[in-house]
């Protein structure tokens, strides 16, 4: 690789480091920096690298986790390894491949769907996690409801990966000369 390529892999990797750190410690900002953090995995693809991206999200999701000693509990990590950080270089690869965009919406919805409940029935089932609180109708609706937020979820970041792509491109290349 190029050395242009490598720095930009590292810095995103940091950057992705970061996010996920302040989102592993601060409970409350969790899914705001996993989304964040899928922003930082794209830049290598500014020099049309796939392979820069690829190693940004897999060196600065390892770094976090590391940094954040192994925390299995938060929901960063799993999501983030599940779907956050490698679907933004997957949509763009089909995106720029011209794949049918109806069949790469569709194939990225299933995998959202199945992510999301993937990770509703890892901390309901491993992690214990309880619903007290809750109106027992929401309670009983509960699966329904991940997948309609799922959806829901889905169309916004989607459109939120493209516009993000656009957006880095522009500056990335005011900056770099």
């Not at 590391?66 to 089909?94: D, E």
């Not at 029935?121 to 309609?148: D, R, S």
Request: proline content about 3%.
């Amino acid at each position: 690789m190029k050395s242009k390529i490598i720095s930009i892999s590292a810095i995103s990797a940091g950057f992705v480091a970061i996010c996920l750190l302040v989102g592993a410690y601060f409970e409350v900002a969790d899914l705001f920096t996993v989304v964040i953090s899928s922003v930082f995995v794209t830049l290598p693809l500014y020099f049309n690298s796939y392979k820069g991206s690829v190693l940004t999200f897999l060196v600065g999701g390892i770094i976090a986790f590391i940094c954040s000693g192994f925390n299995i509990i938060s929901l960063v990590f799993p999501a983030y390894f599940a779907f956050f950080g490698i679907y933004p270089v997957v949509r763009i690869f089909l995106t720029e491949k011209k794949v049918n965009k109806y069949a790469g919406f569709i194939f990225g919805l299933i995998w959202f769907v199945a992510v999301a409940y993937g990770l509703y029935f890892y901390y309901l089932l491993i992690m214990g996690a309880t619903f007290e609180g809750l109106p027992e109708w929401i309670i009983n609706y509960l699966p329904y409801l991940v997948a309609i937020i799922a959806i829901v979820f889905y169309f916004i970041y989607d459109k939120f990966v493209l516009v993000a792509r656009k957006a880095t491109h522009f500056y990335l290349n005011k900056i770099i000369k």
